[in-house]
T-cell receptor
Framework: EPEVTQTPSHQVTQMGQEVILRCVPISNHLYFYWYRQILGQKVEFLVSFYNNEISEKSEIFDDQFSVERPDGSNFTLKIRSTKLEDSAMYFC?????????????FGDGTRLSIL | AQTVTQSQPEMSVQEAETVTLSCTYDTSESDYYLFWYKQPPSRQMILVIRQEAYKQQNATENRFSVNFQKAAKSFSLKISDSQLGDAAMYFCAYRSGGATNKLIFGTGTLLAVQP
């Protein structure tokens, strides 16, 4: 069964540095998402992306965050200047369409540790 | 704003027995979808089961079934004939039937299966 893949599985970065998290969504899916889960807390929505633009974002997704689909397969999340509180598990997800009954398929996640 | 509450941080069940995981939610909407996701130690979140709010019939997927009580805003997951592979974190999630794509998650229930 096709899967969403994320790289790296663990990223360690110094505070203030830029970090790029990478995702390869399921190939025929059109909608892409990023979520994050701070240790011990809920999974939180960050952003959704469709047709090469952001379709929705949460209040967490401020100017420090950006997303991009640089080619036909990758979907990236960039954090420009990382803070300690950005330490979390980041999950990428994709869905075939944006219809409400379409499930979102998640990747394994990238654990981001900010030192 | 919609919220999802899972009041059981941890649950335990004997192999082959039945366990029920609780989920309640708060919304003023009439059109929405509810999901249960499973996150095993390998970390990838997998969709277990989904329920459309307009359907009165409870969803069933093999050993997994839900008890959807719309008036009470309750959406519990029943796992029958529990297996060792069912051990995981289980997340309840809500999605509005409107234009938004975001999933709103509960805090999760960690299920242990005892041999």
């Amino acid at each position: 069964e096709p899967e969403v893949t994320q790289t790296p599985s663990h990223q360690v970065t110094q505070m203030g540095q830029e970090v790029i998290l990478r995702c390869v969504p399921i190939s025929n899916h059109l909608y892409f998402y990023w979520y994050r889960q701070i240790l011990g807390q809920k999974v939180e929505f960050l952003v959704s992306f469709y047709n090469n633009e952001i379709s929705e974002k949460s209040e967490i997704f401020d100017d420090q965050f950006s997303v991009e689909r640089p080619d036909g397969s990758n979907f990236t999340l960039k954090i420009r200047s990382t803070k300690l509180e950005d330490s979390a598990m980041y999950f990428c997800a994709s869905s075939l369409t944006g219809r409400t009954n379409q499930p979102q398929h998640f990747g394994d996640g990238t654990r981001l540790s900010i030192l | 704003a919609q919220t999802v509450t899972q009041s059981q941080p941890e649950m335990s069940v004997q192999e082959a027995e039945t366990v029920t995981l609780s989920c309640t939610y708060d919304t003023s909407e009439s059109d929405y979808y509810l999901f249960w996701y499973k996150q095993p130690p390998s970390r990838q979140m997998i969709l277990v089961i989904r329920q459309e709010a307009y359907k009165q019939q409870n969803a069933t997927e093999n050993r997994f079934s839900v008890n959807f009580q719309k008036a009470a805003k309750s959406f519990s997951l029943k796992i029958s004939d529990s297996q060792l592979g069912d051990a995981a974190m289980y997340f309840c999630a809500y999605r509005s039937g409107g234009a938004t794509n975001k999933l709103i998650f509960g805090t999760g229930t960690l299920l242990a299966v005892q041999p």
